[in-house]
């Protein structure tokens, strides 16, 4: 039983555009989620997160969305740029329980010249 | 600062053989944690510890043991390894609960016979 899905296994955007990876949860009792990026033959390095109390979080060209009521958050990039091509997990946890997070299956970027 | 360092990077085991990894951190973090990555599924978390001395199960925690002794170190071991259980591992620190960056070693890339 997924709890973090992200259902695009694959995305391709043109250079300079916007490219938006989306994630859905569907444990209500999620409040803090993060996203991560994997580059082949090395380990997953901390993005951005966000946390329940807030729709939107902004780190230079990464913005995450959250949308509580439909349980689905989004990392926007703009603009694209050929080093953002990496596999990107959206992972979910509970504050409140403070200690594991569940990642989805991520979704790999290709960013096009 | 070496951060998080994974011993060994490779290696192949044939069925029932057994085999210890190795985490290291220098961070002086609280938590650690040990995933697998394979094809198509993402991260999933195998164990995970909240402190020196302590170790908790994750979502595919059988055929695996762990052991933190030490607050810098956390062990994975597969007593009788089986083909299922290849895969690439991962372990990550981070200094407090889920709310907290989590930051991976390099991997251990595991082929079972």
């Known amino acids: 039983d997924q709890q973090v899905k992200q259902n695009s296994p694959s995305l391709s955007v043109q250079e300079g555009r916007i490219s938006i990876l989306n994630c859905d949860y569907t444990?209500?009792?999620?409040?803090?989620f993060l996203w991560y990026k994997k580059y082949p033959a090395e380990g997953p390095t901390f993005l951005i997160s966000?946390?329940?109390?807030?729709d939107k979080n902004e780190d230079g060209r990464f913005t995450v969305f959250l949308n509580k009521s439909a349980k689905h958050l989004s990392l926007h990039i703009v603009p694209s740029q050929p080093g953002d091509s990496a596999v990107y997990f959206c992972?979910?946890?509970?504050?409140?329980?403070?200690?594991?997070?569940?990642f989805g299956k991520g979704t790999r970027l290709h960013i096009l010249p | 600062n070496a951060g998080v360092t994974q011993t060994p990077k490779f290696r192949v085991l044939k069925t029932g053989q057994s085999m210890t990894l190795l985490c290291a951190q220098d961070?002086?973090?609280?938590?650690m944690y040990w995933y697998r990555q394979d094809p198509g599924m993402g991260l999933r978390l195998i164990h995970y510890?909240?402190?020196?001395?302590?170790?908790a199960k994750g979502e595919v925690p059988d055929g695996y043991n762990v052991s933190r002794l030490k607050k810098q170190n956390f062990l994975l071991g597969l007593e009788s390894a089986a083909p299922s259980q290849t895969s690439v591992y991962f372990c990550?620190?981070?200094?407090?609960?889920?709310?907290?960056?989590?930051?991976f070693g390099p991997g251990t890339r595991l082929t079972v016979t």
């Open positions: 990550a620190s981070s200094y407090r609960g889920a709310t907290y960056e989590q930051y």
């Open positions: 444990n209500s009792m999620f409040d803090y």
């Open positions: 966000i946390s329940s109390i807030k």
């Open positions: 992972a979910a946890s509970a504050i409140k329980r403070d200690d594991k997070i569940i």
């Open positions: 961070m002086n973090h609280e938590y």
């Open positions: 510890s909240v402190g020196e001395g302590t170790t």
